[in-house]
T-cell receptor, first 114, second 117 residues
Framework: AQTVTQSQPEMSVQEAETVTLSCTYDTSESDYYLFWYKQPPSRQMILVIRQEAYKQQNATENRFSVNFQKAAKSFSLKISDSQLGDAAMYFCAYEMDSNYQLIWGAGTKLIIKP | EAQVTQNPRYLITVTGKKLTVTCSQNMNHEYMSWYRQDPGLGLRQIYYSMNVEVTDKGDVPEGYKVSRKEKRNFPLILESPSPNQTSLYFC????????????????FGPGTRLTVL
């Protein structure tokens, strides 16, 4: 069965600095998709970035980028120039190609220090 | 505005009293899903639906029912709620088979905080 592990329950970073959140997953599939979602205190789930497993190039969305290592089954999220609005729970999720089911990690709480 | 709506947003009830949480999307999405979120566990899928009249169990379906009579609606039914169903519930939708992987982002509702006493 597929599993997703986020080993950092909580991370803190100084405003304007860079932080990396880690995510590892276990799967025997070759085609799948990986996502990072953000959940601010409002509880709304917001897609941050996504990566197709068949693409070698790492996805980037403005200040957010990923380091996707398929062989190591690792999918870390880097946030550059951290802002106070980045404070939230961040969830890593894996989606099988076959049925769109999302498997979620337990989340990492990101604290931004002003 | 494209959105997924859920009602109610907050609900406190007692053990055994049947309840329904509604979910509706206005994006003509084929795929809809229900999740529950518990501290330290992330989100776990309860049920999902690939299209009208097609529903399947997720990872934690016990104690829940769903129906998909219309494309836009996907209600979650708790026939006899118990305290272990106290949780935060999310409905989500996506294009599903109608889109490709690039378009298959899941859109989430605002969540329903359920407390069962």
């Amino acid at each position: 069965a597929q599993t997703v592990t986020q080993s950092q329950p909580e991370m803190s970073v100084q405003e304007a600095e860079t932080v990396t959140l880690s995510c590892t997953y276990d799967t025997s599939e070759s085609d799948y998709y990986l996502f990072w979602y953000k959940q601010p205190p409002s509880r709304q789930m917001i897609l941050v970035i996504r990566q197709e497993a068949y693409k070698q190039q790492n996805a980037t969305e403005n200040r957010f980028s990923v380091n996707f290592q398929k062989a190591a089954k690792s999918f870390s999220l880097k946030i550059s120039d951290s802002q106070l609005g980045d404070a939230a729970m961040y969830f890593c999720a894996y989606e099988m190609d076959s049925n769109y089911q999302l498997i979620w990690g337990a989340g990492t709480k990101l604290i931004i220090k002003p | 505005e494209a959105q997924v709506t859920q009602n109610p947003r907050y609900l406190i009830t007692v053990t055994g009293k049947k309840l329904t949480v509604t979910c509706s999307q206005n994006m003509n999405h084929e795929y809809m899903s229900w999740y529950r979120q518990d501290p330290g566990l992330g989100l776990r899928q309860i049920y999902y639906s690939m299209n009208v009249e097609v529903t399947d169990k997720g990872d934690v379906p016990e104690g829940y029912k769903v129906s998909r009579k219309e494309k836009r609606n996907f209600p979650l039914i708790l026939e006899s709620p118990s305290p272990n169903q106290t949780s935060l519930y999310f409905c989500a939708s996506s294009l599903g088979l109608a889109g490709g992987p690039i378009l298959n982002e899941q859109f989430f509702g605002p969540g329903t905080r359920l407390t069962v006493l």
